[in-house]
């Protein structure tokens, strides 16, 4: 079992900055994957970043350059940093868990992150 525990979100004018954060505790494993997923109103949920435990990162093409994804190893905590945040960036941000080359398997409870202006 792991468990998910996210923080951050908020709400935010047009090119403003949020910062989510997610820890992970339990039986995480040594290799495994750490992200995060959103879904707005009305959409699928999407990925739109993800970090292995060898640090390798991995993108939605709507975000790059525009979100930067990061792990605290000791801590098992991974941070989303956003900036640049526009509209479409508006929904419910949920931070998963899965073993390296697997679907996720474990989600936290979800974020709202608004973009208004």
């Known amino acids: 079992q792991v468990q998910l525990v996210e923080s951050g979100g908020g709400s935010v004018q047009p090119g403003g900055s949020l910062r989510l954060s997610c820890a992970a505790s339990?039986?995480?494993?040594?290799?495994?994957?750490l992200g995060w997923y959103r879904q707005a109103p009305g959409k699928q949920r999407e990925m739109v970043a993800s970090i292995t435990s060898g640090g390798q990162t991995n993108y939605a093409d709507s975000v790059k350059g525009r979100f930067t994804i990061s792990r605290q190893y000791v801590a098992n905590r991974v941070y989303l940093q956003m900036n640049s945040l526009n509209a479409e960036d508006t929904a419910v941000y949920y931070c998963?868990?899965?073993?390296?080359?697997?679907?996720?398997?474990?989600w936290g409870q979800g974020t709202q992150v608004t973009v208004s202006s």
């Open positions: 339990g039986s995480t494993g040594m290799i495994f994957v």
């Open positions: 998963y868990f899965s073993s390296y080359g697997s679907p996720p398997a474990y």
